[in-house]
């Protein structure tokens, strides 16, 4: 594995309470100026990330288990972004793709035509957030079909906009009062294999979602089946083996497009450029955001070229999509990603997950399941000797392994559920460490 190379030692140090002064100084400048609907999980403020370090304004170090929501995987401050970044910037700012176009977002296109499943011809759009590439891949998909209906899976989620809105599952904080959405998505059961009845196999899972699409939809109606191949916010469901291929195999006989929505479960993130590959389906579109420029804003769809090429010209596209910046950002992090061998790392990371956590998953009351795929774990808090969500616990002890400046983010439809995103190029002992302290604080809570 390649030696990585860090600015900040990679060692967990709180020099005051977190928050300290300067972060309190801030929060309350905060809010006098900031909307409150706007809310943060970390109560300190950022001066500098590096590897598996956030350094707040107080100095202290905190061990970085969210990577801001999945995206940070080659770092904060990977040096090949920062330097393709330096580099970019200094050429220029802004053109706009659609006015004066740049070899960037082509070679951007090239790249993930090669890095996502599928040997057949492709092509590629660049947007600026995860919800703007699935709405575009519905828009795509709605065209190539001239059908209407997209299909959606329980504990879905999609984005923030008004269509993804529409596609997402939870209603708090997402969707509370933001009503009316958009109208022709219909949401099915998701194979959800702890909450499953014993013995469904994944096979079994998809089919009772296709005979409702059948029944309730209408095969002949369907444009887009829209699914997370791993869901992320929605608890880290991994679908029971064969529920995808089912589920591709359904969207090929009845020529609906699959659109796999790989924004958070792709780009290494779980030891494979996409988590589609895990049950070898080639999805006809890819969505793809978060983990692709190293945390510069930029997404895209990417898939057959009949599809995406179906739309009319000018038909596709935004002011800022594919910024210059963001497109040099994102070879940048592929680059380090290839050369990191940063795959190869997140499967050490689920080893090391495993090994700190995995003999608590079967003896803690409140522990339901540890699951996921590379460095995109959960665990599902549960009451004691039932599966009942224990959204409680999960939020008591990210509580307490903030104290201990340890940064882990919860989720899940039930809120029950805390989730391990580490960035791909964390110090393996600092990932240990902030493990141990998770773990204790598990302990501590189901003692
Ligand atoms: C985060 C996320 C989105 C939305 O991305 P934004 O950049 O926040 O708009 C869409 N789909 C999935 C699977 C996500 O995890």
Redesign the pocket.
């Known amino acids: 594995m390649a030696e990585i190379e860090y600015t900040l030692e990679q060692k967990r140090d709180l020099k005051t309470a977190v928050p300290g002064p300067k972060s309190r100084e801030l929060a309350e400048r905060r809010g006098n100026a900031i909307a409150s609907g706007v809310a943060s999980s970390v109560p300190a403020y950022a001066e500098k990330l590096d590897g598996g370090v956030i350094l707040d304004v107080d100095g202290n170090q905190l061990i970085d288990l969210g990577s801001g ?2 995206v940070t995987s080659v770092g904060a401050s990977a040096p090949k972004v920062v330097e393709n970044v330096k580099n970019a910037v200094e050429n220029f700012t802004h053109t706009c793709f659609m006015v004066t176009p740049y070899e960037g977002y082509v070679e951007l296109g090239e790249k993930i035509a090669e890095l996502t499943p599928g040997s057949f011809d492709k092509r590629a759009a660049l947007f ?7 709405e575009n891949a519905v828009k795509i998909a709605r065209t190539y079909t001239k059908r209407s209906a997209v299909v959606v899976f329980d504990h ?6 008004n269509l ?1 809105l529409a596609m997402t599952s939870k209603v708090m904080p997402y969707k509370q009062g933001f009503g009316p959405f958009a109208s022709d998505v219909y949401r099915v059961p998701m194979s959800y294999p702890f909450r499953d009845a014993d013995g469904i196999t994944g096979q079994e899972a998809a089919e009772r979602a296709l005979l409702l699409i059948e029944k309730q939809v209408g095969a002949e109606n369907v444009a887009a089946v829209v699914i ?1 191949p791993i ?3 929605g608890g880290f469901i991994v679908p029971a083996e064969g529920f995808l291929p089912t589920l591709t195999k359904w969207c090929q006989d009845n020529g609906a497009v699959f659109v796999a ?5 792709g780009i290494a993130r779980t030891g494979k450029w996409f988590s589609s590959e895990w049950e070898g389906i080639e999805p006809d579109l890819v ?1 793809f ?2 983990g692709i420029a190293g945390g510069m ?1 930029l ?1 895209g769809v990417v898939g057959r070229a009949e599809i995406m090429n179906s739309v009319h010209g000018g038909g596709l596209g935004g002011t800022y999509g594919g910024n210059p910046v963001a497109c040099a950002a994102a070879l940048g992090a592929i680059e380090t990603i290839e050369e990191w061998g940063l795959n190869e790392r997140a499967l050490e990371i689920e080893k090391i997950i495993k090994e700190e956590l995995g003999d608590l998953a079967e003896s803690s009351p409140i522990v339901g399941e540890l699951r996921g795929r590379g460095a995109m774990m959960a665990l599902e808090f549960v009451e004691p000797g039932s599966k009942k969500p224990n959204a409680d616990a999960a939020k008591q002890i990210a509580a307490k392994c903030m104290e201990q400046g340890v940064v882990i983010l919860t989720c899940g439809t039930f809120g029950n559920n805390v989730r391990l995103l580490p960035p791909l190029v964390i110090d393996f002992d600092l990932l240990r460490d902030g493990l141990r302290v998770f773990a204790k604080a598990i302990e501590e809570a189901g003692a």
């Open positions: 929501i999945a600026n957030s995860g919800s703007e590439a699935v879905a989620y999609h984005g923030r906009t993804t997370e869901q992320g916010e929505d790989e924004v958070q479960a969505t955001a978060k804003p997404s």
